[in-house]
Nanobody
Framework: QVQLVESGGGLVQPGGSLRLSCAAS????????MGWHRQAPGKQRELVAT???????NYVDSVKGRFTISRDNAKKTVSLQMNSLKPQDTAVYYC?????????WGQGTQVTVSS
């Protein structure tokens, strides 16, 4: 079955960096677009970044220039490098993949940006 497992969250001060990783299994990873989403308390889940199988990337405006999504097809992982973090980046971060019309989610990893 499809499994997505995120890691790398934690507490960081404003201006700091974190790198999130998501390990995928149960499908042909290299063929599918991967996405990172986040959900802050009291807010709707939002799409943060995507990377296609051809490694084309897209970002929500609020993270452009600060976050970088990447993938390693050999290791079946997708990563999100987050720099210059701000308190408003605090959220649970999820990786996700859409397969045949169904979206699969990881369990999420908490990112807290606070001094």
């Amino acid at each position: 079955q499809v499994q997505l497992v995120e890691s790398g969250g934690g507490l960081v001060q404003p201006g700091g960096s974190l790198r999130l990783s998501c390990a995928a299994s149960g499908y042909i990873f290299s063929l599918h677009t991967m996405g990172w989403h986040r959900q802050a308390p009291g807010k709707q889940r939002e799409l943060v970044a995507t990377i296609t199988r051809g490694e084309t990337t897209n970002y929500v405006d609020s993270v452009k220039g600060r976050f970088t999504i990447s993938r390693d097809n050999a290791k079946k992982t997708v990563s999100l490098q987050m720099n210059s973090l701000k308190p408003q980046d605090t959220a649970v971060y999820y990786c996700a993949v859409n397969l045949v019309g169904s979206t699969y989610w990881g369990q999420g990893t908490q990112v807290t940006v606070s001094s």
